[in-house]
């Protein structure tokens, strides 16, 4: 058994119900299954993907990313959806990791593909959209065979979801065909979700938030899901009167878009029962934003690790208590443990410890990420709650290294690495700053060795090496940074300084930044 089977009964039980809306097309269940099986096909005949091979996706949300995995499924294949924001070097790093031979790119990124393909000649790229010198993947499909290969099921490896990693590369977390089959299940308890729902799906697929809060789950239990190529607030409140879904999933970056959007206040919200909302915590006006226009806003609590849903609150909770993450999922366990792993009573902040079958199997080639990230085969957020009087969560600090800007993780070390690599540069550090559209923005602070080094120059430094997403927006210039006694960087007073935009804290040389500088880039994530 396995997860394409999803698909394939659905198809048998209601085979001319929507499955997928895209643009102007729909797949029904029917089509979806005949469409998952001839790419199985081509993958595994025209292609010869095997079981446990990677098969890379690039492309902005696709019906066929979702064909994609569930024949990946059926093959015991594994997916590996990359991140379109990333730059060349940061995909040809995962690709290379995660040891992939074929990549599908999907339309609008076929010249990515050839170049990657150009650096990696064990590559093969295949595309989605009919593209001059690359295969199609509609051609491959006409092949004949078997769409199904033996010795597959639950507890096979399915996803590869790379997430940038707090050492400076990002971590490939597995996650098998049974986590994302209990992520279901947590799902429908979370939503109640159902055959007659209707799912807006606006995030990026290639995040776990994206693809699996709802979007695989309303497959699971034969929904129908609308899917648009990337978020637009315009586009997105348009599909929500046109579409009328009855669920989405939002991160704060796009709730404040929406909630700023000339039309918000006209759009007619009525066929929305609720929306899911994480990625960090979600400030409180624009849980009441949504609350007040009869949506009920129901945090979920996550990561790519969990895949990603751990701790969520449901319809009647989010109104009930608003800012709180809710309890743990109905398959998920949850400690929260001091620093020396003893369970703290309620109402004391501990760590975030979670256990289920919904959690990855492991970081893929990497041993010792893998060992580190669980604690007696609990897995370990690095983010700190606390339970109230309900057993609630509320996380009161997360992993203090990572910047979430626009719904985006950016971890300080890859930035860093950039900075400590020019000579100019004699100490560097990157901490988020408070933005009022996208939640936080990264700022450098840097010691220079060279007092001619200007913002201008530093942020050159990350062209053509980080996406876009990820550049400082901002460079403060300090005399020297805050350590502790065992020389190690004081991020939190370096964080608390920059988020009061003041003077010297502690022992803080006087930077006396230009006002320039602590406004920093208007812009947000790209």
């Not at 081509?42 to 024949?71: E, I, Q, T």
């Not at 339970?387 to 070390?413: C, F, M, Q, T």
Request: net charge neutral; proline share 7%.
């Amino acid at each position: 058994m396995d997860i394409g089977r999803w698909i394939e009964r659905h198809a048998a039980f209601q085979p001319e119900r929507p499955a997928i809306r895209f643009a102007e097309r729909v797949l029904t269940y029917a089509d979806l299954d005949r469409r998952v099986r001839a790419v199985a096909r081509a993958l595994k005949h025209a292609l010869g993907v095997g079981r446990g091979d990677r098969v890379a996706w690039l492309g902005y949300n696709h019906p066929d990313m979702l064909v994609l995995l569930f024949a990946a499924a059926r093959l015991g294949a594994m997916l590996v959806p990359l991140n379109w924001r990333l730059a060349p070097a940061e995909h040809l790093w995962i690709l290379r990791h995660a040891g992939a031979e074929l990549l599908i790119c999907g339309p609008g990124h076929e010249l990515r593909g050839c170049d990657l393909a150009a650096r990696l000649p064990r590559l093969r790229t295949v595309t989605v959209a009919p593209a001059e010198d690359l295969p199609h993947l509609d051609a491959l499909a006409a092949v004949e065979g078997d769409d199904r290969n033996p010795h597959v099921d639950l507890s096979t490896p399915l996803l590869v979801v790379y997430t940038s990693g707090t050492t400076g590369r990002p971590k490939g977390a597995v996650l098998t065909q049974e986590a994302l089959f209990w992520n279901a299940l947590n799902a429908v308890h979370m939503h109640d979700l159902g055959a007659d729902d209707r799912v807006l799906t606006v995030l990026p697929m290639f995040h776990v938030g994206g693809l699996n809060i709802q979007t695989t789950p309303a497959l699971y239990v034969g929904a129908e899901v609308v899917l648009l190529e990337r978020f637009d607030a315009t586009r997105t409140l348009a599909a929500i009167a046109a579409a009328r879904p009855t669920l989405t999933v939002l991160v704060p970056a796009t709730m404040q878009a929406l909630v700023d959007h000339p039309l918000w206040s006209s759009t007619d919200l009525s066929s929305l029962r609720m929306i899911a909302c994480g990625s960090q915590v979600v400030p409180r006006h624009l849980l009441d934003a949504f609350n007040r226009r009869g949506v009920p806003a129901a945090q979920v609590y996550g990561s790519t690790e969990t895949g990603p849903i751990a701790v969520y609150q449901r319809a009647d909770d989010a109104l009930a208590r608003p800012g709180s993450t809710g309890k743990p999922g109905l398959h998920v366990e949850m400690r929260l443990v001091d620093e020396r792993g003893r369970d703290v009573p309620p109402g004391e902040p501990g760590e975030v410890l979670i256990r289920g079958p919904n959690v990855m199997y492991e970081y893929w080639a990497d041993e010792a990420a893998t060992r580190e990230a669980f604690l007696d085969g609990w897995f370990r957020t690095g983010d700190v709650g606390r339970l109230d009087g309900h057993g609630d969560l509320w996380i009161v600090d997360r992993k203090k290294d990572v910047v979430i800007s626009g719904g985006e993780n950016i971890y300080p070390a890859e930035l860093e690495a950039v900075l400590q690599s020019d000579p100019r540069i004699r100490d560097a550090v990157v901490v988020g700053r408070p933005d009022p559209r996208w939640g936080e923005i990264p700022v450098a602070v840097v010691v220079r060795a060279d007092a001619g080094l200007d913002e201008a120059a530093v942020l050159a430094l990350f062209e053509g090496r980080l996406a876009r997403f990820k550049h400082p927006r901002a460079v403060v210039f300090m005399d020297e940074l805050p350590r502790n006694a065992m020389g190690k960087v004081l991020r939190y007073r370096v964080r608390d300084w920059i988020a009061r935009g003041c003077g010297p804290c502690g022992p803080f040389t006087d930077p006396q930044p230009s006002a320039r500088r602590m406004t920093g880039a208007a812009g947000g994530p790209e």
